[in-house]
């Protein structure tokens, strides 16, 4: 892949740590929702790297990273990936 490309993806999404939240009495579970990645589908683990697209949605770093650079639109609601690219 091209190193200006790989440049132009990273900057279409912002990036957290996750934090799972764990209830101390350990019971009330059903006030966690579980996040998913919509991309692989599987749960957010603690301490993993989110990639937020400006549309609100939000993944895997990863999983993002490697969907934007084959295509520029978000995988849940199609939104581009690259919507206001002369605001700097
Ligand atoms: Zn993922
Ligand atoms: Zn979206």
Redesign the pocket.
């Known amino acids: 892949m091209e190193e200006e490309q790989l440049e132009n993806v990273l900057r279409n999404y912002k990036t957290r740590t996750h934090h799972v939240v764990v209830p101390e009495d350990g019971v009330n579970s059903s006030t966690n929702k579980e996040e998913v990645?919509?991309?692989?589908?599987?749960k957010y683990e603690n301490k993993e790297s989110i990639g937020k697209l400006w549309c609100e949605h939000e993944?895997?770093e990863?999983?993002?990273k490697e969907w934007l650079l084959r295509k520029q639109d978000c995988p849940i609601c199609r939104a581009s990936a690259s919507p206001f690219t002369s605001a700097n």
């Open positions: 990645c919509g991309i692989c589908l599987a993944y895997h990863c999983c993002i």
